[in-house]
């Protein structure tokens, strides 16, 4: 099948890394589900060449994979909802946020940024289509339009609760726009609904580090875009924005916030800007040579987990996994690990608890379990927020497999 580029639409012939056919990575089995039939798709990355956007064709739709009842909740994990916090803070000294601006989160999920805002009796709305999260949203208060964001709802924003009808002085969207396979005219929506001196703060992880750190566990079917800097300018500047600031983020294994203002408006761009797409064309991002080994260091992760797995169980060791994410998924299905290698994964999320997940079709048990099972070696599975799990698991012998086996023990 000959599939197109999202943004320019040139053909999609260059494959970056295919990682066999698999279930979306947050369809999570109830028990009644285990006999039936799992829906896989190809989980095949292909590169455009002539904007150089990494990219998953759109095997499945966004209301088939954004269901809801969307099982990740943000605000189960503390170290995001202090990056939140933090976030929030930055933004109301930097843009004098105040009781008569206007914010509106994309991709608000259950309120975990909103209300910090909202405790600020600063004004805003999120947009969420995933029910479960929505209505944990709402339960705080937060007013959220339970729709997926496009051009058509910015116009329905504006009519409807924007004050005076003059846009949002701050639109944030975070981990949003890899989850959008219309990205231009997403962008399109975010132009007609800012002020016209408002900003924008977007945050996506920074294709780099998916190649130089080995992060293939963070591709899946809920990912159609990967970006680098310089290619989502050019995505940008195609819906007459512009970028006028990066910063580097720790965020999901390294993260890029970029903040965005209206093509007329007077701000003129850091330099962050040029020196993050300096970095990433000396580090050789636009040129084949860093994508011909990623399928062979992926392929070595799989091989030497097996091994590690298969060697622990041979030795009468337990073995769980900590954290069902979506990541966690990717690897264990491209590894081909069952629940006879890992007997069961805990997860704080009660959304999760008592489910299976997709695919390997291994338990998703209580944090209270674990001491009734005492394992021996525990598999964390969102290696982004080791230290956070590492002060919840003291007394455990932890392992990571991204980017390599790693014991922290």
Same mark, same amino acid.
């Given at each position: 099948?000959?599939?197109?580029?999202?943004?320019?639409?040139?053909?999609?012939?260059?494959?970056?890394?295919?990682?066999?056919?698999?279930?979306?990575?947050? +369809?999570?089995?109830?028990?009644?589900?285990?006999?039936?039939?799992?829906?896989?798709?190809?989980?095949?990355?292909?590169?455009?060449?002539?904007?150089?956007?990494?990219?998953?064709?759109?095997?499945?739709?966004?209301?088939?994979?954004?269901?809801?009842?969307?099982?990740?909740?943000?605000?189960?994990?503390?170290?995001?909802?202090?990056?939140?916090?933090?976030?929030?803070?930055?933004?109301?000294?930097?843009?004098?946020?105040?009781?008569?601006?206007?914010?509106?989160?994309?991709?608000?999920?259950?309120?975990?940024?909103?209300?910090?805002?909202?405790?600020?009796?600063?004004?805003?709305?999120?947009?969420?289509?995933?029910? +479960? *999260?929505?209505?944990?949203?709402?339960?705080?208060?937060?007013?959220?339009?339970?729709?997926?964001?496009?051009?058509?709802?910015?116009?329905?924003?504006?009519?409807?609760?924007?004050?005076?009808? !003059?846009?949002?002085?701050?639109?944030?969207?975070?981990?949003?726009? +890899?989850?959008?396979?219309?990205?231009?005219?997403?962008?399109?929506?975010?132009?007609?609904?800012?002020?016209?001196?408002?900003?924008?703060?977007? !945050?996506?992880?920074?294709?780099?580090?998916?190649?130089?750190?080995?992060?293939?566990? *963070?591709?899946?079917?809920?990912?159609?875009?990967?970006?680098?800097?310089?290619?989502?300018?050019?995505?940008? &500047?195609?819906?007459?924005?512009?970028?006028?600031?990066?910063?580097?983020?720790?965020?999901?294994?390294?993260?890029?916030?970029?903040?965005?203002?209206?093509?007329?408006? !007077?701000?003129?761009?850091?330099?962050?800007?040029?020196?993050?797409?300096?970095?990433?064309?000396?580090?050789?991002?636009?040129?084949?040579?860093?994508?011909?080994?990623?399928?062979?260091?992926?392929?070595?992760?799989?091989?030497?987990?097996?091994?590690?797995?298969?060697?622990?169980?041979?030795?009468?060791?337990?073995?769980?996994?900590?954290?069902?994410?979506?990541?966690?998924?990717?690897?264990?299905?491209?590894?081909?690990?069952?629940?006879?290698?890992?007997?069961?994964?805990?997860?704080?999320?009660?959304?999760?608890?008592?489910?299976?997940?997709?695919?390997?079709?291994?338990?998703?048990?209580?944090?209270? &379990?674990?001491?009734?099972?005492?394992?021996?070696?525990?598999?964390?599975?969102?290696?982004?927020?080791?230290?956070?799990?590492?002060?919840?698991?003291?007394?455990?012998?932890?392992?990571?497999?991204?980017?390599?086996?790693?014991?922290?023990?």
């Amino acid at each position: 099948m000959n599939y197109k580029c999202r943004h320019c639409e040139s053909n999609l012939e260059d494959v970056v890394i295919d990682l066999g056919h698999q279930p979306p990575s947050n +369809a999570y089995l109830k028990a009644e589900d285990q006999n039936k039939q799992e829906i896989t798709y190809p989980l095949k990355v292909f590169l455009c060449k002539k904007c150089w956007l990494v990219q998953l064709p759109e095997h499945a739709s966004s209301a088939d994979l954004f269901t809801k009842d969307y099982a990740y909740f943000s605000s189960t994990s503390k170290s995001w909802c202090k990056h939140a916090k933090d976030f929030v803070q930055k933004s109301i000294s930097k843009l004098k946020l105040n009781e008569r601006k206007f914010v509106v989160e994309i991709a608000s999920n259950d309120g975990y940024l909103l209300q910090y805002l909202k405790e600020k009796n600063i004004p805003c709305i999120g947009v969420e289509p995933t029910e +479960a *999260t929505a209505n944990a949203s709402e339960k705080k208060g937060i007013k959220t339009i339970k729709k997926f964001f496009n051009s058509l709802l910015a116009d329905e924003i504006l009519k409807e609760y924007s004050p005076n009808k !003059e846009g949002a002085d701050l639109i944030i969207a975070n981990n949003v726009v +890899a989850h959008v396979p219309e990205i231009n005219d997403f962008m399109v929506g975010v132009k007609k609904l800012l002020h016209k001196d408002g900003q924008v703060s977007i !945050e996506f992880p920074h294709l780099l580090n998916l190649f130089q750190k080995n992060q293939f566990d *963070t591709i899946y079917h809920e990912h159609f875009s990967y970006f680098s800097l310089f290619t989502f300018k050019q995505i940008v &500047e195609k819906a007459n924005l512009k970028i006028i600031d990066v910063e580097k983020i720790k965020t999901h294994g390294g993260s890029l916030r970029v903040w965005l203002c209206h093509v007329e408006s !007077e701000i003129n761009p850091k330099n962050s800007v040029s020196n993050v797409i300096n970095e990433e064309i000396k580090a050789g991002l636009f040129s084949e040579k860093i994508f011909k080994d990623f399928q062979e260091k992926a392929s070595n992760v799989k091989y030497l987990l097996l091994k590690l797995l298969i060697k622990l169980k041979l030795e009468n060791k337990k073995i769980i996994g900590y954290g069902a994410a979506a990541k966690g998924n990717t690897l264990l299905n491209y590894a081909g690990v069952k629940k006879d290698l890992l007997q069961a994964v805990i997860d704080n999320s009660e959304s999760k608890q008592g489910k299976f997940l997709p695919g390997s079709h291994i338990p998703i048990i209580k944090p209270d &379990e674990l001491s009734l099972i005492n394992p021996d070696y525990i598999l964390v599975l969102p290696w982004n927020i080791l230290p956070e799990i590492k002060k919840d698991l003291k007394a455990y012998k932890l392992i990571t497999a991204i980017p390599k086996i790693k014991k922290h023990y």
